[in-house]
């Protein structure tokens, strides 16, 4: 294949969000198709959660993520998590307040409803990572996680994860096994075989279903 609240309204970066402020462009036309190809794939699902990752740092997933969120939303409604709580991005694409966010949700400091932005784009909603957190693999591998994710699928029709590499982080192996599919994001000529044999490796050990890869250019 080549997911009271706060609202933000134009204060993202909106050069980064080329599904956003270019809807016409050829990347724009790339984003949908993926997104066509992620609904296909996805059918069976009425509402589904899917994890974007990468086999090493600096492919660009946190962009991709954001972008490919931002095409769905103009269709359905969707709930983009930045679940990277040891480099967070997604709150820097979009210019919001990372004072509160997922960790907040998951040590129970904050309410959910609270936690979420809604950046005026489609139908989006976004959770940041908030706080920085001492011990990432076991606050996203706690059973307050898995409840979150069975909350929070059925209130949106797609909820895409934004988490670290696969091979270097165990909390992506652990949310990769309850996601209903996971996108390997690998970058234009830094792809390493090995990497790539040994990422997919690892989501097989976590019973993990890779839907695609998507490759970045950037």
């Keep these: 294949m080549m997911l009271s609240k706060k609202s933000q ?3 993202f970066k909106k050069q980064s969000l080329i599904a956003y402020s270019n809807p016409n ?5 790339q984003f949908r198709t993926i997104r066509t190809n ?4 996805m059918k069976e ?4 959660l899917l994890l974007i990752t990468s086999a090493e740092q600096g492919t660009g997933k946190s962009m991709i993520a ?8 103009q269709k359905q409604r969707v709930l983009l998590i930045d679940a990277n709580l040891r480099s967070p991005f997604i709150h820097t694409i979009f210019k919001l307040s990372n004072k509160v966010g997922l960790t907040d949700v998951l040590e129970r400091t904050a309410d959910l409803v609270e936690a979420i932005y809604q950046p005026a784009i489609g139908q ?5 990572s908030g706080k920085p957190s001492y011990n990432p693999a076991e606050l996203l591998g706690s059973d307050t996680m898995i409840r979150l994710m069975q909350i929070i699928v059925n209130r949106y029709d797609v909820v895409i994860i934004d988490s670290p590499s696969v ?3 165990t909390e992506t192996r652990l949310m990769a096994n309850r996601c209903h599919g996971v996108v390997l994001v690998l970058k234009q000529g830094k792809i390493k075989p090995q990497q790539l044999i040994e990422a997919k490796n690892i989501l097989d050990l976590a019973h993990a279903k890779l839907v695609g890869t998507i490759i970045n250019e950037k």
């Design 38 to 41: 992620i609904q296909f794939l």
């Design 9 to 11: 309204s134009s204060a």
């Design 45 to 48: 699902k009425k509402n589904y």
């Design 124 to 128: 989006l909603e976004i959770l940041t």
């Design 167 to 169: 091979l270097d982080f």
């Design 25 to 29: 462009s050829l990347i724009s036309d």
């Design 66 to 73: 954001a972008n490919l969120a931002t095409s769905i939303a």
